[in-house]
């Protein structure tokens, strides 16, 4: 039997078990789209796709690229960062005429580092019913695949293209424990490097998530110090869009024992374990019978 038949049949009542759900008039419906596979779109959305009056989205031709894969043809209006003011009134005016309006961007959520949050506002100021069909986000991929381990997460987009207006809001940053979420374009991605290495602690892990659900997906993590040559390791570092996570900063006491353990390897290439602790306690100001054990954990290693 073909596994696939069965998927196929089975898909069937599910899209009519969507149908039948609510989706009100006078709505606009902030709607994800896919980051780069078209397969990861949601059943729901394809419904409202369908079913709304009109798609105001970031780019035309991308958005209507996007609805001919899925065998759709809607009225397009451009909404984008240099007309959300206007086209937000235009919309108002449709959505009280009782129309159904999809929000989109070229990919991922709107309003997440991408137009839309204008138009949401005015929308919502109007007294109309916004409604938000969750789906592909870069930035929680990315943090999902990351493997940092940490209950808080800051997220911060774009950063700044001018170096020193980069450098003030990094700086901004450096105290924050959350994990700290960034996109960078690829052209950019070896500047935004060396300014994190500038600011922030080498120990610190951080995580390179390009061209996310795409053919040429990668997913790579090391120490801060250590980012900069793989960048340069390979061209096809340098390629693709990215999301950057950087480990959050470390409790002070964490940080010190982060930083007596480093010295204490690098003592261990050299010395004994006695003498590395003894020096390392000199150093560091750590006690010497802790640094003893942990040296000897290290040299089992």
């Known amino acids: 039997m073909n596994p696939d038949s069965n998927n196929a049949s089975g ?4 899209m009519d078990e969507v149908a039948r759900q609510v989706y009100p008039a006078s709505t606009l419906y902030v709607l994800a789209t896919p980051i780069g596979n078209f397969a990861d779109i949601t059943l729901r959305a394809l419904h409202v796709l369908a079913l709304v009056d009109a798609v105001a989205c970031e780019d035309t031709r991308n958005t209507g690229h996007l609805l001919t894969r899925y065998g759709l043809s809607k009225k397009l209006i451009a909404a984008h960062q240099h007309n959300e003011r206007e086209i937000a009134e235009k919309l108002i005016v449709r959505l009280q005429a009782g129309e ?6 070229d990919a991922g959520t709107p309003a997440i580092s991408d137009p839309g949050a204008r138009i949401v506002d005015a929308v919502r100021a109007a007294g109309l019913r916004v409604m938000p069909l969750p789906g592909p986000s870069a930035a929680i991929a990315a943090l999902s695949a990351s493997g940092l381990v940490c209950d808080q997460f800051h997220f ?24 700290l979420i960034f996109y960078e374009a690829p052209h950019r991605i070896s500047a935004a490097v060396d300014a994190l290495a500038a600011v922030f602690e080498g120990q610190r892990q951080i995580v390179f998530a390009r061209e996310l659900t ?8 090391c120490q801060l110090s250590d980012a900069a040559a793989w960048v340069a390791q390979d061209a096809h570092h340098q390629k693709g869009e990215f999301v950057l996570l950087l480990e959050g900063a470390l409790p002070a006491a964490e940080e010190d024992g982060a930083e007596a353990e480093r010295v204490l390897r690098i003592l261990l290439a050299e010395c004994t374990v006695k003498q590395a602790a003894t020096l390392a306690a000199h150093i560091t100001g750590h006690k010497k019978n802790a640094l003893y ?8 290693e």
Request: charged share 30%; no cysteine; glycine share 2%.
């Open 214 to 221: 795409k053919l040429f997906e990668e997913v790579h993590r």
């Open 11 to 14: 898909a069937l009542p599910l």
């Open 156 to 179: 911060v987009g774009f950063l700044p293209a001018k170096a020193r207006q980069r450098d003030a809001a990094l700086h901004s940053l450096r105290d924050m424990a959350a994990t």
């Open 100 to 105: 159904r309006i999809a929000l989109v961007s």
């Open 293 to 300: 054990e942990r040296a000897l954990v290290i040299k089992a």
